[in-house]
Every structure is written in C-alpha cells, then in structure tokens.
C-alpha cells in the first residue's frame, strides 16, 4: 500500500519536528523580563553611555515576592550594550514588558541621544506604550527605588506614570510613541517628565522637561506643570492656589478644560485666545467664605488663573519651545508651502490673550 | 353487518394515519356469531388490557346482543364522537371499536412511565427527566406519547448480518425532507455490520465513510429531545436493545443546545447557550495558546501573570509543551479511568488523580501551578458541552492546535482554528450544512 506509507512517512516526519524547538521558541522561564532601561552617561571609561537594565527574578515561593536585579554596561549605542548585558546573565533579555524608560538629564540635556532614542523604536519587542521620563540625579538610582508598597518591580513606577494608580496634574506621562512624535513633527516640541529621587526609597515626580528636537532646555516648576498640564487637557484632578487680599483659598477642581485659537487679523499682530474653564468646589479657606460671596472670588481665580497661565505660555515663547503643539495647529490650518517657516516667524511675535472662566460650585460647608 | 357510513368512517381513519407505521394494528375477530374489528398502535396501547378487557369477553359472551350491552354499559368503553377526535384518541393510546353498527373508542392507555427509567447521560435541572429504555417498543411508545400526530411514519428496518437487530425509523412526513429520508434509507441499507448492538455504531460507521472529525449524528437518551426534533423535520433511529436514540441530520448547534434551553427563561437560555460557545472555544484553544503564549509571545500578558506563570515554571525541568501534554494526558487518563470505575469507586479516582495527583505533581516541580489551573479550566470547559460525542471530538482537537501552537506560536493557534472552522464549513449531515444558524443549504 503506496499510500497508506506516505501517511506513516508524514506522521514521522512531523511527530519529528515536535522534538525539535524552533528558533523562535524560548519557554517563559528561560527569559529575563526587563522592566525598566536606565542611560547614564558612563563614568570609568571614554564610552558615551552606561546603559542599565532592571530585570525581575522570578520565583516560584509565593512568600518571597519577586526579586530584581540591575545590570550595567558601558557602552557608545543601546545595542552595543544590550549585547554586552547579554554576556553577563544567563537567560535570554526580553523587552517585551520593558514599560520604562529613563534618560538621566545629563543625557537628556545634551544633544547627540536620537541614537538611542530610535533603537528603542526600532526594536520589535519593545511596546511603543513605554514610558519615557528623564531621571534626577541618576538613573541607576530610579532603578535602585523599590518603595515598601510595590509587590512587582517597578509597578509603583507604572502606576504612577499610567495614572491607574494616584491621579494628578503635575505628572505629565509620555509614550514612546508620542515621544517619537513629538521628536519628528515640525511644531510639536518634546516634553518629558522629570522623576526625582526623594528620600531613601521614593521617588517624586512633579517637574517636567521640555525641549527642542535635539536637547531639553527648560525644566517647568511644579506649577507650570499642572498649567501644561491643563492646557494638554489631561488631567482635571487638581487643587488652584488663589489669593485675595488677604484671604487664601483652594479649589479642588472637578473638571478643567481649555481650548485655544491662533488668530491671525490682517494687519494686526496674530494672538492666540486661550480659553480655560474651571469647575469645581473650595477645598480649604483662611476665612470663612460664605455662599453668596462665591461670586468675588471665583473673579479673583479667575484673574490669577488667567496671569499664571500667560507666564507659563510666555516662558515657552520666549525658549523658542512648542511643546503644546500651536505650530503643528497654524500648519493644520495654513495650507500654504511655507506654512513652517511663516509659523518660525510668527511665534516669537505672537500675544496670548487668556480667558478664564472659574466656576466654584459651594464652599463645601452647609451654612 | 356494518353499514356504509361506519365502512366510510373506518376508511377515513386508516387513511389519516395511513402513513406507513409498522405500529399500527387493525384486525377482524371473528367467531361463530359475531364480528368485531379493532384498531389501535400498539407501542402506546396495553396489550394486555385489551386481552382482558376486550377479547376475552368478546369469545365468552356469545350472544350479539349481550356483547353490545357489555361494551354500552363498560365504564371505559366510551361511544363514538367523531372522526377527529377518534384519531386524537388512537395517538393516545386508544383502541378504536368497530362492532355492528357501532363505533367505540376503549382507553387501554399503557402506562409508559413505569418502565422508564431516568435520565443517566444528558440530565438536566428541570424538565423531564425519564429517559429511553432498552426495549424498541417502548421507546417507540415513548416517542409517540410526546408526539401524537397522525403524520408521524415509523419504518421498520433490521440491521446486522447476524444480529438482525430490529431498527426503527422514525419522522413526520410534513416536515421531514424527502431526500434526507432517501438518503438515510439508503445509507441504513448499506451498513455492514455482523452485530449492531447500538446506534452509535452507525456513528462510527458513517464517519468511516468520510473520515468526519465531527459526529454528524446526534445520539441521545431524552425522548423529549427526540420529540422536539421530529418537530423540526429531523429523522429518529432507534435500536432494539439500546437506550439511546439517533437523530440525524443533525449540526453544530444541535450539539450545542441542552434540551434546558428551552425550560429556562429566554434570557437564561441565551445565557447558558453563549457560556457553552464560549466553553467549547476555550477547551480547543487553550492549551496550544497556553503553548504559545509563554514560549513565543509572553508580551501578550500583563507584567504581573507574565511574572508569576515565568515563577512557577522556574522548577520545571521540561519545555511547556511538554508539560501541557504531560498534564492532558493525565487528565485523559483519568476521564477515561472514571468512565470505566463503578459507580461506588468513582469518586476515589477523582480524589486521588484531581486533587493528589495534581497538588503532587507541582509539589515535585514536575508541572507549574498555573498548568494545573488550565488543565483543570479545559476538562471543565470540555464537559459544558451538553453531547458527550461531541465533546469528546473537542477532547481530540484539542491536540492539532497545541501541536500548531507549538510549533508555529500565536500564529499556529490562530491557523489551527481557522482550519477547524473551514472544516466545519465544509462538512454536512446528510446535505444540512453543519454550521446551519450561520450557513444556509446550498441550492441545487
């Protein structure tokens, strides 16, 4: 029977092929999952970059949770180091779970990185849902950071980045991809968190890096963050400082949206009206406010919503930097061949004209 | 002698049920004096009710006119009303008395729910819970007390070079179609069996005939199902000799529905219709995706299961297919054991090779818990499927997407599930294509 022994011959040949593993297959406990990626500038040698990789250690003891370990190269390319790291442990590296990562601001601030920043791009593995944050004073330490409350390696630092965990106006989160984004397009400026080593085993992120498409120039206050923040519509969780006189009060705003215009009047010199509106209820007082002053206060808020956020909007101008993307909206608009270099002239000349509109829904207090 | 308008009447109800049903018995008593024709199905009459009640009076009282006073004056012979609900009656159980001019209908109802017994295989919370016994007889008169129409047409077949076993046919003309009952009498006609002790040996004999990885015929045990189907056109075979009836042509769905979809709410129904999908999709594909995720594309989980599934495969010595096949073949072992296991031990093997074995097995670092958490998932999902044959098909398929898995990764699984879906695709019972609900039959 010709036919029936080119069946056993197929079934031999493929119940064969089982034993043999393809190149492809790498069972999960013969990886390193790398979680977090640190670049340093090197410091014992001429090489540019020392390039760290937090890796978690998996075991199967559920009473001891899940161990790390760091591993550092010196190297002048990301993959330069990846294959000297690859020298030093004994599994395979995985990327695919690599969700941070952290460019110290010496790195940060002096040009020359695209390099590295394109090979994390590049690489297939790596999710374009990575964090990217700058780190103070070394990335090394970020890494080093395991708060008592974290179970998995790194998640406080996911958690806090993903805002699934604690909601706030001052960390502004960017994708890898956002990042590649804001690195290619032509009025849209890099921006970047900044996370800051605080105490022994914390980390704080309240600050935020902005830059041009090659270096980070200007590093945002606490308080220009949350206005950035605000003006990039992410965030509507927050508390707003006021001063009257002598009074102090905060609103813990419930929603806070903005939207903004480019004008551009013939003759005239081209403004952009930024709009803001802010709901929400006072939080703390140094007086007592009653519900019928409401009124007085919310112009107050108002007025100094409008100040801050013009401060910050010139303090951007005047670095020449565009993080919140006008210039990308003028080309959006402006179908014109020069759209970019007429936008280069007109955004160190432009007014911003800000209307705030606060909205303080009660004191918070039965009368 | 019978006047003209009793013969019309007799003529009528034979031509009602004049469908070919191998149960139905007409017959003239005779003796010297007298004259008498009875008509009655014998699946759902007593017999031997009627041997007391009837015959034997019939052959002690001599005289015309005293027998006629007998059946005027019994309290189950009731006088004739019309046509129509003599034939109501004879699907009841009734017998049909033609003596002179007279016409009499006596209830020899046979009381079918003594013999059977309950439901064994497909049990259900509600609903009715006897199913078919072992005698042909008695299932054909358990089907047609669900099912008293005049349309319903028993033929009757005997299959086996030696065993002869006697097979019944059953369908109702109206709806059942005429080339399916072609088809199917032809195929009855050409199965070579020496003994035929069951109908699932016709299973296995039609799948030989096209190497169907998929039962095309439904066996069951519940005569309600049985009835149901009939009503939808489908064809019934029962066995002498088995509990277990065969409808064909069934598909997908069929396998798919618990008789309890219909007893339960709309929306319950739904419910537990979806969950069985669900369940039969997870019990083919989890164990090649389990393969698959972890060896080739760990990305797909979140960090956390990424990290435990990688902690709890760090004590184990062999590669994850290994492992999954390991684990399956255990749970087949002991699946297979607890069918074979008398009742009484039954519960012992389950206790000893689910719980032991299992909690051993990770303990000596042989399998990873999360391994013995799918295994479990699979054989559960596995028995949602209502039809044990069709279940047991998932329980070989499972086996062609763990192999693609692992040799082709996520690419494999998601490969293995479109060639089963084309396979399904392609197949037919008996012309009704087996993905019916989604396909519809091809016009020729």
């Known amino acids: 029977m010709i036919f029936s022994r080119k069946r056993h011959w197929f079934i031999l040949i493929l119940s064969a092929s089982l034993i043999l593993n393809g190149c492809g297959y790498k069972d999960i406990d013969k990886r390193f999952f790398v979680l977090a990626i640190g670049i340093d500038p090197a410091k014992h040698s001429t090489k540019r970059y020392l390039v760290s990789l937090k890796m978690a250690i998996t075991r199967a003891s559920r009473e001891k949770p899940t161990d790390t370990i760091i591993v550092s190269a010196e190297a002048d390319s990301m993959g330069e180091a990846v294959r000297t790291i690859k020298t030093k442990v004994e599994r395979e590296l995985d990327f695919s779970h690599a969700k941070v990562i952290i460019l110290v601001d010496k790195v940060a601030k002096s040009g020359g990185n695209s390099g590295i920043i394109y090979w994390f791009t590049r690489r297939r593995d790596i999710q374009e849902v990575a964090w990217v944050a700058i780190g103070k004073p070394s990335a090394v330490r970020i890494l080093h950071i395991m708060p008592k409350s974290e179970r998995l390696p790194t998640n406080s630092l996911l958690l806090a980045l993903g805002e699934d965990g604690s909601e706030t106006p001052y960390i502004i989160p960017v994708y890898l991809f956002e990042l ?15 996370i800051e080593v605080e105490g022994k085993n914390l980390f704080q992120i309240n600050s935020a890096g902005v830059g041009n498409k090659s270096k980070i120039k200007l590093i945002l206050s606490q308080e220009e963050t949350k206005m950035v923040n605000y003006m990039l519509n992410m965030e509507s969780k927050s508390a707003q400082w006021v001063e009257r006189g002598k009074v102090k009060y905060i609103i813990d705003t419930q929603k806070v949206k903005t939207d903004y215009k480019i004008i551009t009047p013939k003759g005239k010199k081209p403004y952009i009206l930024m709009k803001v509106s802010l709901k929400g209820r006072l939080e703390e007082t140094s007086r007592r406010i009653t519900n019928g002053e409401l009124s007085k206060y919310e112009e107050t808020a108002e007025k100094q919503l409008s100040n801050e956020m013009k401060a910050v909007l010139i303090k951007l101008q005047k670095a020449n930097l565009d993080p919140l993307g ?12 020069d759209d970019w270099e007429k936008w280069k002239k007109i955004y160190p000349t432009l007014d911003f004209k800000v209307k705030a509109k606060v909205q303080i829904s009660d004191t918070g207090l039965i009368e | 002698m019978p006047t003209m308008k009793v013969e019309s009447i007799k003529k009528n109800i ?27 199905i014998n699946t ?34 009731l006088p004739f009303k019309d046509e129509q609900k003599a034939i109501e009656d004879l699907l009841k159980g009734v017998v049909i008395i033609f003596y002179q001019n007279f016409i009499f209908t006596f209830d020899s109802k046979a009381n079918l729910a003594k013999v059977t017994s309950g439901t064994v295989v497909e049990t259900t919370v509600q609903g009715p819970q006897s199913g078919f016994t072992e005698s042909l007889h008695t299932n054909v008169g358990l089907v047609r007390e669900r099912y008293p129409v005049p349309e319903l047409t028993i033929e009757s077949l005997s299959i086996g070079s030696i065993s002869k076993t006697d097979v019944m046919l059953l369908y109702d003309s109206r709806f059942a179609d005429p080339d399916t009952v072609k088809k199917m009498i032809d195929f009855l006609k050409t199965v070579h069996i020496q003994m035929f002790q069951s109908g699932e040996q016709l299973l296995d004999s039609i799948t030989k005939h096209n190497r169907s990885f998929f039962p095309t015929m439904l066996v ?19 066995v002498n000799g088995s509990p277990f009836a065969v409808i064909a042509p069934s598909v997908m769905k069929d396998f798919m529905s618990s008789m309890e979809d219909i007893y339960q709410t709309y929306w319950v129904g739904r419910f537990l219709q979806l969950l069985r999908f669900v369940g039969f999709n997870i019990s083919v594909v989890l164990p090649g995706m389990y393969v698959a995720l972890t060896a080739y594309n760990p990305e797909v989980f979140r960090v956390q299961l990424a ?4 902690g709890s495969r760090t004590a184990v010595p062999y590669p994850a297919f290994v492992e999954v096949l390991l684990m399956l073949f255990m749970m087949e072992l002991l699946t297979e054991a607890s069918i074979r296991l008398p009742k009484a031990i039954g519960p012992t093997a389950t206790t000893v090779g689910g ?34 044959t069709f279940s047991f098909t998932i329980r070989v398929l499972k086996y062609l997407i763990w192999a693609l898995g692992t040799i082709f990764g996520l690419v494999g699984v998601v490969l293995g599930f479109l060639m089963i879906n ?23």
């Open chain 2, 44 to 77: 759902i009459s007593d017999e031997s009710i009627i041997h007391d009640k009837l015959l034997t009076p019939f052959f002690e009282i001599e005289d015309q006119q005293d027998f006629l006073t007998f059946l005027q004056s019994h309290p189950k012979i």
């Open chain 2, 14 to 40: 034979l031509n009602k049920i004049g469908q070919p049903s191998s149960d139905l018995v007409a017959r003239e008593v005779h003796t010297k004096e007298k004259y008498m024709e009875i008509l009655y």
């Open chain 1, 326 to 337: 006008f210039g990308l909206r003028y080309r959006a608009r402006h179908l014109n061949k």
């Open chain 1, 180 to 194: 590649k984004k804001r690195l290619i397009e032509r009025g849209l400026d890099p921006l970047l968190p900044i």
């Open chain 2, 422 to 444: 084309a396979y399904m695709v392609k197949l037919d019972s008996f012309g009704v294509p087996y993905l019916t609900l989604l396909q519809s039959k091809p016009k020729n």
């Open chain 2, 307 to 310: 990290l435990s599934i990688a």
């Open chain 2, 220 to 238: 069951t045990e519940r005569p309600d199902r049985s009835a149901v189907n009939l009503s939808t056109g489908k064809l019934i075979i029962l």
């Open chain 2, 355 to 388: 719980l032991i074995l299992g909690q051993a097995a990770t303990e000596a670092g042989l399998v990873s818990n999360i391994m013995v958490i799918i295994v479990s998932f699979v054989a559960i999902t596995n028995f949602v499927v209502p039809i044990n």
